[in-house]
């Protein structure tokens, strides 16, 4: 397969998106970003990379985050996760609060806000050191110790965070958060602050997409069963109330983050990342999403 020559042809095919959508502006940090960026980069099990456009330049990952913080989770608490969070698409916004006070306080998924502030509490338990593990988790999956977080972003975040605070307290009420509110929510959007590029992002998820080697990065191990079982959650519940669209469209297990950044796989094959920061009205990167439609159009390669 000639993905180079592919990629040039999606190039030019999404160029008249490039001003469809908004950046996320709710985080004052990410509103400073040129919303006029675009970039995607498949790296293949056998380790060959292909990219196109702004592949090095880092941005925010955002939601994208809750895979790893995932990987992590199950692999301390194996089946024992789903006792604290659900499994399933969420039909609902992000951030819904709403959903959260019907379900009495268990997320619906791990890759809602609720559910990943849930995830941050368990790994704030979990760890010695939640912050420099969790980023030394990251930095050993992309094979990439430049990784960092941004703490302007996060605490922009914080400041401006009324709603994922809100929903912090509401696990509170129902006992559904072990550690203090204050120092989950840092935690939770330091994670969400991790600053990488496509082709970082790209590197990161191919051990999702390998399942022939072992996943194991220091303390976290998963069983390639795991590894199928996160791809799965990445499929039905990755792009929020869009997963529909989305599966249909592309049809490869991924997560999205409002930075613009989306992380994908095609199992067996080969990891994406693609990055673009406008967004449509759920959250998700309008030329990243667009992207890898074409992708697994052109390549005729998706799960189904
Ligand atoms: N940090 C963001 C928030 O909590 C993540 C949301 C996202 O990327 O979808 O609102």
Redesign the pocket.
Known sequence: MDYKKILEEIAIEIEPLRNVGRQADY?PALAKVNPDRFGICITTVSGETIGLGDIDEPFSI??VTKVFSLSMSLSFLGENLWRRVGKEPSGAA??SLIQLELDRGIPRNPFI?AGAIVLADILMSRLENPEEDYLSFIRQLAGDDSIVYDREVARS?REK?YI?AAIANMLKYYGNLDNDIEAVLRFY?LQ?SVEMSCRQLSRAFLPFADRASEFSFGNVRLSSSQVKRINAIMQTCGFYNDAGEYSYLVGLPGK????GGIGAVYPQCYAVAAWSPRLNDK?NSVMGMKALELLTTYTNESIF
Not at 256 to 259: D, F, K, L, Q, R
């Open positions: 985080i955002q939601s992000f951030n806000n975040e965070g994922n959007f969400c999205s983050g409002v930075g959250g």
